[in-house]
C-alpha cells in the first residue's frame, strides 16, 4: 500500500484567490487611516471657518465695570503690593 504525501492529496478543492478589494481586512487596513484624514481635515475646515477674534490686552485698554475684579485679581496674583494700589 503507498501512502501519499499530506498536502499532495489530488482530490482537494482548488484554492480561490479573490480580487484585494474581496477581503474584508483589506478595508479595515485602508479605512482606519482614511478615516483619520477625512476627520483631520472636517477639523481644519472648522477651525478656518470659525476664527476667533484676537482680543487686545494692552496695558492703556480700559476695563468694564464687570472685568474689574478679574483685573484686580490677576494683579494681585502678579504683584500683590499693585493690586493694594489699584484699589486706592
Known amino acids: 500500500m503507498a501512502q501519499?504525501?499530506?498536502?499532495n492529496n489530488a482530490q482537494s478543492a482548488p484554492v480561490s484567490n479573490p480580487p484585494w478589494w474581496r477581503l474584508p481586512i483589506v478595508?479595515?487596513?485602508i479605512?482606519?487611516?482614511a478615516l483619520v484624514v477625512?476627520?483631520?481635515l472636517t477639523t481644519v475646515v472648522i477651525a478656518v471657518?470659525?476664527?476667533d477674534p484676537v482680543l487686545d490686552t494692552s496695558a492703556g485698554q480700559v476695563h468694564s465695570a464687570k472685568e474689574l475684579p478679574a483685573h484686580k485679581?490677576?494683579?494681585h496674583a502678579a504683584d500683590?503690593?499693585?493690586?493694594v494700589l489699584d484699589a486706592n
Open 4 to 7: 501519499s504525501a499530506p498536502g
Open 27 to 29: 478595508w479595515l487596513v
Open 31 to 33: 479605512g482606519g487611516p
Open 38 to 40: 477625512v476627520a483631520g
Open 49 to 51: 471657518r470659525n476664527v
Open 73 to 75: 485679581a490677576r494683579n
Open 80 to 83: 500683590p503690593t499693585r493690586a
